[in-house]
Nanobody, 127 residues
């Protein structure tokens, strides 16, 4: 199983993008889904986690809180990350993955509990 991220691109500071995360042939039901990112030369870091059937248990890292919004459409088997007010420091490859241990996210999540990483989608914020 490999997740498929899409929706990345080049955007100016202050702009918006909406990322999608799909898992063909794999049901996202019962799994918390995390968004992570990795900038060049840096460690992968957590961005957001969206729980299964518990919208109140959607969490964000401090550096994206108030600007990013994660959601999921279980009927479409897809998870989204709406990114607003983008900053150059948001430039990274963004990944989604499933938490095979939990339906409800921890804050912050334990990255070692996540699996089925995709190849990511590049987000570049630059003028």
């Amino acid at each position: 199983v490999m997740f498929e991220e899409s929706g990345g691109g080049l955007v100016q500071p202050g702009g918006s993008l909406r990322l999608s995360c799909a898992a063909p042939g794999f049901s996202l039901d019962y799994y918390a889904i995390g968004w992570f990112r990795q900038a060049p030369g840096k460690e992968r870091e957590w961005v957001s986690c969206v729980s299964y059937r518990d919208a109140t248990a959607t969490y964000y890292a401090d550096y994206v809180k108030g600007r990013f919004a994660a959601s999921r459409d279980d009927a479409k088997n897809t998870v989204y990350l709406q990114m607003n007010s983008l900053k150059p420091e948001d430039t990274a490859v963004y990944y989604c993955a499933a938490n095979l241990e939990r339906s409800r996210c921890l804050s912050p999540p334990r990255s070692y509990e996540f699996a089925y990483w995709g190849q990511g989608t590049q987000v570049t914020v630059s003028s």
